[in-house]
């Protein structure tokens, strides 16, 4: 009895293949809804998807906010410390 090959696509995702898609969600950490979307928007290239996640992902989390302006850390951050005028005595 002959039976037909199935062949496994390394940068491909077969949506079919349920422990292939608990893999992919696992590693990057997606939830079913959210893949099926990358899945639809840039195509089934692991690749593709891996990029768009983490692009999501750095969307979301955004630039930190309590950081100082810029002009506030130079004005703070002194490259030379103050020189004394005159030398320290020594008892």
Same mark, same amino acid.
């Given at each position: 009895?002959? #039976?037909?090959?199935? #062949?496994?696509? /390394?940068? *491909? +995702? =077969?949506?079919? =293949?349920?422990?292939?898609? #608990?893999?992919?969600? *696992? /590693?990057? #950490? @997606?939830?079913?809804?959210?893949?099926? /979307? @990358?899945? =639809? *928007?840039? !195509? $089934?290239?692991?690749?593709?998807? $891996?990029?768009?996640?983490?692009? *999501?992902?750095? +969307?979301?989390? !955004? &630039? &930190? /906010?309590?950081?100082?302006?810029?002009?506030? +850390?130079?004005? +703070?951050? =002194?490259?030379?410390?103050?020189?004394?005028?005159? &030398?320290?005595?020594?008892?």
């Amino acid at each position: 009895m002959q #039976r037909a090959k199935y #062949r496994h696509f /390394r940068n *491909r +995702v =077969d949506m079919a =293949d349920r422990v292939q898609v #608990r893999v992919i969600k *696992r /590693r990057l #950490r @997606l939830s079913e809804p959210e893949l099926n /979307r @990358l899945v =639809d *928007r840039v !195509g $089934s290239s692991i690749a593709a998807i $891996s990029k768009e996640a983490a692009l *999501r992902k750095a +969307v979301q989390l !955004g &630039p &930190p /906010r309590d950081l100082p302006a810029t002009a506030t +850390v130079a004005a +703070v951050s =002194d490259p030379e410390p103050e020189k004394l005028s005159e &030398p320290i005595p020594v008892a």
